[in-house]
Structures are given as structure tokens and as C-alpha cells.
């Protein structure tokens, strides 16, 4: 067996499975908001500034317009956002938030900083250990978003 191909030798599986289980202890705090995971991402965008077109949403969070309109289809049906076009480009649709997304951004904050500082009380790292790792992660993101 090579060194290089053992699971315990591979950082994307360590990526990977942090990834799967922090998401997975946002899902019970997003859940009382009545939203995923997904959707969540989408409204802090939207919370950092409202009355976007569907491409930079995308484009900021590193996904496929195709991926992100049909979750943009259901939080419209849910009352937090609406989909209109474009004054200036008929083919954009800009995403605004109602008044509905934009009350959930003073409920998110009360609940998903608290409730991941619970999540995470047993592990050992501290907000400077997290900063670090966070500036750590975008340089991967970065290295990887230029493939």
C-alpha cells in the first residue's frame, strides 16, 4: 500500500469530514429558523448586501448559478427573498430580501454563534486558533479556485 493513498494521510478527507459535521451541527439551529444549511449562506450574503443578481450571489459563494436558483426558488416560496429583473439587464434577476429574511438575520444571530460555541465547547481550539485556520483554509480555496 502507498503512504501517499492511507486515509490517515490525506488532508481532503480531514477537510471533508469537518466540513460534513460542522454543517451537520448548524442543521438543528437552522432548523428552529425553519431554513438549511444552503439557504443560510444565501442570507448572509444577502444580510452583507441585499439586492443582488443571482450570478454574484453565485459567484460569491463559489457555486453554479444552476446550483443556487433553485435555491433561491424556494426561499422565495418561503417569503424571505423575491426574484425580480433587471432595470438595467432584463436577463439579470436581482435577489432582495423581505422583510421576513431580513428580521431572520437578528434571530440567526442570537442563536447560531451560541449554539456553535455549545457544538464546539469540547474542542480545544480558541478564536485566535479558528482566525488562523479560517486565513489557512482561503489560501487553499484561493490556490484552488485559479485550477
Known sequence: MHAELQLDNQVCFRL??????????????????????????V?????????QPVNDIAHRLLLETNTVTPLLQRME????????????????????????GRAMEEQAYL?????????????????QDYMRLASELDSIIEALKKK
Open 77 to 100: 416560496k418561503m417569503g424571505i427573498v423575491t426574484r425580480k429583473k433587471g432595470e438595467q439587464d432584463k436577463r439579470q434577476q436581482i435577489v432582495s430580501l423581505t422583510e421576513k
Open 111 to 127: 442563536l447560531i454563534p451560541s449554539g456553535m460555541r455549545d457544538q464546539l465547547s469540547a474542542c480545544p481550539l480558541n478564536m
Open 16 to 41: 471533508y469530514t469537518a466540513a460534513r459535521l460542522i454543517t451537520q451541527a448548524y442543521t438543528p439551529i437552522l432548523t428552529e429558523l425553519g431554513i438549511t444549511y444552503p439557504q443560510y449562506i
Open 43 to 51: 442570507l448572509m450574503v444577502l444580510w452583507e448586501k441585499d439586492k
